[in-house]
DNA sequence: AATGTTATGTACGGTAACGCACATAAGTAA
DNA sequence: TTACTTATGTGCGTTACCGTACATAACATT
């Protein structure tokens, strides 16, 4: 069964749950698996769960009629998928995927529904968290407007790292290129160039970050934005 | 005073708020003047009243570091600005901006809180409006990415034309660059192409859409897919 | 009418990213 | 080993948009 001692500490929002809120949810929690490429959510369907990865990467897309896309937010340890259930609309055009197989767990929408209507640390926690992932898509749509490429990998690999244990990520160009909603070939050319600068290493699929506080110089401004902003609205969540 | 027999149906969350709701929030609503270019919120800072825009445009835009701007959304008679208020976060990082100068109402964040606290319906509403919202910013992320600007141009022409009456609309190539987020004389080329085709009637400062048909099939699918997401999450709410 | 200001038109070299085609190399399976 | 698949590298012409500079035209001011 679920360790229930190890279990708040696994997910930021969970930490941040006060402890009678967490008593009547606790029953309900359950153990959910997110491999690779799983889809959590096609673009208008009814969400039953709202999930809470801790080791996972969930990435928020959204498909055109064309066939391209463009990642709009990413989730990990620090929040939760499945916010249309609170906000009322059950749906949305996302398409949530698996970026990074691990562990989550989730609730249900109907339990979440009970104790958001009555429990306000709940819901001002959840308000708060959906108010930073508008600060994600925000930052995303300027940053698809004005920055390069080689700045949006950069950008990319940090939230993406800061989601995960370690420096290594494991993940192959044209994967990330339907992230940033780019060509493939555009990742290799910025790889490269991030890789000639010592910052990465790249070899098959696999990332390792060998200087991150210089992938950080080379990110544009959007990842510290989103990043303070997360850590102001969702202060004790963050740090794992 | 106010004519409140009127009030109701001048913007539409006034509309679909309950009869005791609005009974309420009544004696707290006031008028306010909105004037073009009047700066609402700057970016952080705390935010006192949520606005109810009648026949005002109000755009949410987001300022990077090196001065380039892009609009993140656009706010009129069918929703209100503030939303970050009773998400808990206090303030945005965007910066709301009269896009297009007319009356709006509107109520101290006390107030709204109170009642956001007390009573589902109104908190509901809002959040399925916010719903809406991120819809709207999510689409703007994509369309920034993929689409050109032609189709963005007329993307933007219709969302504010769906906010104002008649058929004409006040603004210079200068603010619609500004607010797309790129250069006046992308505009400038783009408006002439839209011109040549019959489609617009552009002088000085005021665009005339001659043929709205048209300019929805030089949109690209954004337009329909916010407006429908919209009329999803607020039904009551659109037509005025 | 003369002048200034604001909005728009036009031109041109530069560049980031695209679409496409194909080469190479690293793993995988037989 | 061999063959196959998958991931990455590379080249090249094309395009959309940029930055800059400057011209024109409409309106405003005196």
């Not at 994600?136 to 790292?161: G, K, M, P």
């Not at 600068?197 to 959007?222: D, F, Q, W």
């Amino acid at each position: 069964m679920i360790d229930e001692v190890k279990l708040k500490d696994q997910n930021g929002l969970f930490r941040s749950i006060s402890e009678d809120t967490w008593r009547k949810l606790l029953p309900h929690i359950e153990e959910f698996d997110m491999p690779l490429g799983l889809v959590l959510s096609d673009s208008g369907c009814s969400q039953s769960y709202l999930y809470f990865p801790t080791n996972a990467i969930v990435s928020l897309l959204y498909n055109l009629e064309n066939g391209s896309s463009a990642e709009i937010a990413v989730v990990g340890y620090e929040g939760c998928f499945g916010v249309s259930i609170f906000l009322g609309g059950q749906s949305t055009l996302t398409t949530a995927v698996v970026q990074s197989a691990g562990k989550s767990y989730r609730i249900k929408a109907s339990v979440i529904m009970e104790e958001f209507n009555n429990s306000s640390p709940l819901r001002n926690l959840l308000l708060r968290y959906t108010q930073a992932v508008i600060t994600q898509t925000t930052q995303t749509a300027v940053c698809n407007r004005h920055h390069t490429i080689d700045q949006q990998f950069c950008r990319w690999l940090l939230l993406s790292l800061d989601r995960l244990d370690g420096n290594e990520l494991v993940m192959t160009q044209e994967l990330i290129a339907n992230m940033l909603g780019v060509r493939r070939e555009g990742v290799t050319e910025a790889a490269h160039k991030i890789q000639a600068e010592g910052i990465i290493k790249y070899t098959r699929g696999h990332i390792s970050v060998l200087n991150r506080p210089m992938l950080e110089k080379r990110a544009c401004e959007c990842y510290h934005v989103v990043k303070d902003e997360y850590d102001r609205l969702l202060p004790h969540t963050l740090a794992i």
